[in-house]
């Protein structure tokens, strides 16, 4: 059987050594796009290794000062304060600035703090109009003051999270702040 001989764009006939070199150029040049990925992937991965700091702050985990003792009701409804801590990222450290909101309540002598942020799907959840239960907007998950769940049909797979108090010189009221994963059932750190 004879071959087909070659034919350019015109449908003219091309001697067959002058396809030679054009398969040579096609192999170089892959052999240079296969180069150039790899020398590009890690230096991809070195960028986004960079910028991911940024993405990943999102709340602080020491102590911080939230509120006065003395703006916590004594009658044990809660009150929502804003968290505001140091926040750092790959370049800079930003001052005072909003990580999140805890809200507060007297029990006794202790103050208590619960995250606001819905364990569900993480809304903010609210505090019902007569300050018996937290109530979530979103898909009305329910929690008694305590932050317990307290209705089987919220979609809520736990308790709201509850974090660590300490008072401080009589009147400082200090939280160690920490937001939760959403949708599960165990307490996962950010
Ligand atoms: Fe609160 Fe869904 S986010 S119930």
């Given amino acids: 059987m004879t071959e087909e001989p070659q034919k350019n764009e015109t449908g003219a006939s091309v001697p067959e050594e002058s396809a030679e070199p054009r398969r040579d150029f096609i192999t170089g040049a892959s052999a240079i796009l296969v180069g150039a990925l790899a020398t590009l992937a890690p230096i991809g991965a070195a960028v986004v290794a960079l910028i991911d700091p940024i993405r990943r702050v999102s709340s602080a985990s020491d102590m911080v000062l939230v509120a006065r003792r003395a703006a916590v009701p004594e009658d044990g409804s809660p009150r929502k304060f804003t968290v505001t801590a140091d926040r750092k990222d790959a370049w800079a450290t930003y001052s005072d600035t909003p990580v999140g909101a805890v809200y507060l309540r007297s029990v006794g ?30 898909h ?51």
């Fill in 109 to 138: 002598d202790e103050i208590r703090a619960l995250n606001v942020v819905c364990p569900h799907a993480g809304c903010f959840v609210g505090v019902a109009p007569d300050d018996s239960r937290f109530a979530c907007p979103c």
């Fill in 140 to 190: 009305r998950s329910s929690f008694d003051l305590d932050g317990v769940v307290n209705d089987p049909a919220s979609p809520s797979p736990r308790d709201m999270d509850a974090l660590e108090v300490e008072v401080r010189n009589g009147d400082e009221v200090w939280v160690r702040f920490q937001n939760f994963l959403p949708g599960r059932e165990e307490k996962t750190p950010v």
